[in-house]
């Protein structure tokens, strides 16, 4: 069941866990229908009905479900949180099939859809009623789609499938999650703050009281990812160095959920992101704080904190027991995946997978924070562009398509203009992968300039009856131009 050592994830990774040989079945032939699944939703919305190409996909999706049910005698496909079951087995996630997993949880989910259950006798035109209908534009939220669907294919005649609810999260949980998520979020910063400040004065901190923080967050994004993720809007100017770290830390464990890495993983990438800058508690404050140009030697200086990361991190060890993995990152958080980072490396090397989640999470955290050399911060779109479509930046393109898939274009807490003229702030990510330039946006101010507040939360994704969006974004804006503080909006 547990799996102490961390693997290497390159060309797949996978969720450890129990696993029976008479699983294996399931397991091999549930991907195979996810795929099958995800193609033909492809295209049947891509393409008219009797194009061959639907047809086939349709005939592979049919003999997967007939092989499954001939075996199994039944076929049951349920989505929970970010987890797709067959017949009550959890699929497992590899890096190869992450769009097709995605994209069919994302339908799942914008339908309201928790299960699907498949007979025996679907035919090749139930299931293109079923995927057109489930692909169909609507205004409806979730709860209310899935009985648009169900009618719809009622009026259509296709009986042969059975849905069922997704369970909802009521009004009353999400608060809790909400304030749950505020206290595990202060308590981090409240700790990396006694750590990094202990460390600075030459002390031994408590390595154990870290662990249990980061735990927390682990244990937090598990279970209820998008409160944990969204407090990371809250940067604080004064306290930089310290929310900097947890937001690494946050951003880190839900990417390398979302890569399928286990708790025990989980727990060894926190750590490692929590502590990613650790070396900067050996840098002088004035330079780190320098609001001017930095000269030559003050730069170097700065540029010496991923290896004094590492003699940190050695220190702590003395102690403690503490894993190893963390130091490989605070060496390598800035080296690039073409290793034209610093420091230069002495001979060819692969980066570690949690030191390429890492960057990803600093980059993005970095660029778009006030700091002290950085007073008018880029905004959230723009960073993701640059990390995605600038070589340079050498981040690894497939964690940056995770990251964006986590947090859209346009991530949680971007302030936006719209077409309407009216100003929001993103509220959330669209769960429709195709729909990521569209996230559901809390409005802030009306076409006139007047705030409201609390405005109301508009889905952009929505259409008007003639078929154009309702509202759509021209641009994105800096919070601080226009006298905004985005957490007040958030929280
Ligand atoms: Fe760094
Ligand atoms: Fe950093």
């Not at 029976?20 to 995800?38: E, H, N, P, V």
Request: glycine share 6%; aromatic share 6%; hydrophobic share 40%.
């Amino acid at each position: 069941m547990s799996e102490q050592k961390p693997r290497r994830v390159t060309q797949s990774i996978t969720v450890p866990e129990g696993e029976g040989a008479g699983d294996s079945f399931i397991r091999t032939r549930g991907r195979a229908l996810i795929i099958a699944l995800y193609s033909a939703l492809r295209a049947v919305k891509l393409y008219p009905v009797g194009n061959a190409l639907v047809v086939r996909a349709i005939h592979d999706l049919m003999s997967v479900c007939k092989e499954l049910v001939e075996s199994e005698q039944e076929l049951e496909l349920r989505v929970s949180g970010e987890f797709i079951f067959v017949n009550g087995t959890r699929l497992r996630l590899d890096l190869d099939n992450f769009a097709s997993f995605s994209h069919v949880l994302s339908v799942f989910r914008v339908c309201g859809i928790g299960v699907l259950t498949i007979t025996y006798e679907a035919t090749p035109k139930d299931w293109v009623v079923l995927l057109s209908t489930v692909q169909g534009s609507s205004n409806a939220l979730p709860e209310d789609r899935i009985h648009e669907i169900v009618e719809k294919l009622d009026a259509a005649q296709v009986t042969v499938f059975t849905l069922a609810e997704a369970g909802e999260e009521s009004g009353e949980d999400r608060e809790a999650s909400k304030e749950r998520a505020k206290r595990t979020y202060a308590r981090s910063v409240a700790v990396t703050k006694e750590l990094m400040t202990s460390v600075r004065l030459g002390k031994s901190p408590n390595v154990k009281r870290i662990k249990r923080i980061v735990q927390g967050i682990v244990d937090q994004i598990l279970n209820e990812e998008t409160s944990l993720v969204g407090l990371t809007t809250i940067r604080d100017y004064d306290e930089y160095t310290f929310t900097h770290s947890v937001n690494v830390c946050i951003f880190s464990v839900a990417l390398g959920k979302r890569l399928g890495l286990s708790k025990l993983q989980l727990y060894d990438l926190g750590m490692a992101a929590l502590f990613h800058d650790i070396g900067k508690s050996r840098v002088p404050l004035d330079v780190l704080n320098k609001a001017d140009g930095l000269t030559d030697r003050e730069w170097r200086m700065i540029a010496d904190h991923p290896w004094l990361g590492v003699l940190s991190l050695f220190q702590l060890r003395g102690a403690q027991e503490y894993p190893y993995r963390s130091m490989v990152v605070a060496m390598e958080h800035h080296m690039k995946t073409d290793l034209t980072g610093y420091p230069k490396p002495l001979r060819p090397r692969q980066l570690s997978v949690y030191s390429k989640i890492v960057a990803v999470a600093d980059g993005f955290d970095a660029a778009t924070s006030r700091r002290a050399y950085q007073t008018v911060p880029y905004t959230p779109a723009d960073v993701m562009k640059e990390l995605r479509d600038n070589p340079r930046r050498g981040m690894d393109p497939v964690i940056v398509k995770a990251f964006i898939n986590l947090t859209g274009i346009y991530p949680t807490g971007t302030v936006v203009v719209l077409d309407t003229f009216e100003i929001g702030i993103v509220h959330a990510v669209n769960p429709l992968p195709d729909m990521l330039a569209r996230p559901v946006v809390r409005l802030i101010s009306d076409a006139m300039g007047n705030l409201v507040k609390p405005g109301d939360l508009v889905d952009l994704a929505n259409k008007r009856p003639d078929g154009t969006y309702e509202r759509t974004i021209i641009k994105t804006e800096n919070p601080e131009r226009l006298g905004i503080r985005v957490s007040d909006h958030f929280i």
